[in-house]
């Protein structure tokens, strides 16, 4: 069984680095078939897909949002870590992460809600 | 900026078919763009529902399926039931990019 789940602070000052961890169970993330991807949401709004890191260690940033991040991997601790820099109100939302294989993004975590204010 | 577009709202009576619709503003949409659907409620992670333009997860019920359709991606619910009310989101894998870009989802309501 498949199970991810999210975890960090849910609240962060603007210009801060947030570092979000996802903590997975039932694969693993060593093939590059496999990959964990991060998703966020808004309040209210849709979802947009923003990192993803395979097996491999192949990652993939959206251009909008590049430059302030990094994703890795700890294949023995199972866990996907994320770092988004100088954060913003604007990033305020839910955070989630899902595995990804042929099969689309088919396994979610159930996200974490991530303010950004002062 | 590859933008995807779906309808904001879609409303359909119980027992009835529906078809929502994904474009992309880079044109048709194909199977190369291997469109994912997901239906998210209030509160909740959004959950897999079709994969690859047609494929179904095994927690898919049958009712819902989905296809190519006029140069968009299509995902059709036959026989609406009233827990189907929910958010519907599509997402295409842009592979010269390798990017995956989410529609703005369509708020479907059963009444």
């Known amino acids: 069984q498949i199970t991810l789940r999210e975890s960090g602070p849910t609240l962060v000052k603007p210009t801060q680095t947030l570092t979000l961890t996802c903590s997975f169970s039932?694969?693993?993330?060593?093939?590059?078939?496999?990959?964990v991807g991060w998703i966020r949401q808004p309040p209210g709004k849709g979802l947009e897909w923003f990192a993803l890191?395979?097996?491999?260690?192949?990652?993939r940033y959206s251009a909008s949002l590049k430059t302030r991040l990094t994703i890795t991997k700890d294949t023995s601790r199972s866990q996907v870590v994320l770092t988004m820099t100088n954060m913003d109100p604007v990033d305020t939302g839910t955070y989630f992460c899902?595995?990804?294989?042929?099969?689309?993004?088919?396994?979610w975590g159930q996200g974490i809600l991530v303010t950004v204010s002062s | 900026q590859t933008v995807v577009t779906q309808e904001p709202s879609l409303t359909v009576s119980p027992g009835g078919t529906v078809t929502l619709t994904c474009a992309s503003s880079t044109g048709a949409v194909t199977s190369d763009l291997y469109p994912n659907w997901f239906q998210q409620k209030p509160g909740q992670a959004p959950r897999a529902l079709i994969y690859s333009t047609d494929n179904k997860h095994s927690w898919t019920p049958a009712r819902f399926s989905g296809s190519l359709r006029g140069g968009k991606a299509a995902l059709t619910l036959s026989g609406v039931q009233p827990e189907d009310e929910a958010e519907y989101f599509c997402l295409l894998y842009y592979g010269g990019s390798q990017l995956w870009v989410f529609g703005g989802g369509t708020k479907l309501t059963v009444l």
């Open positions: 890191i395979y097996g491999t260690d192949d990652k």
């Open positions: 039932g694969f693993s993330l060593t093939s590059s078939g496999v990959a």
């Open positions: 899902a595995h990804r294989t042929g099969g689309g993004f088919d396994y």
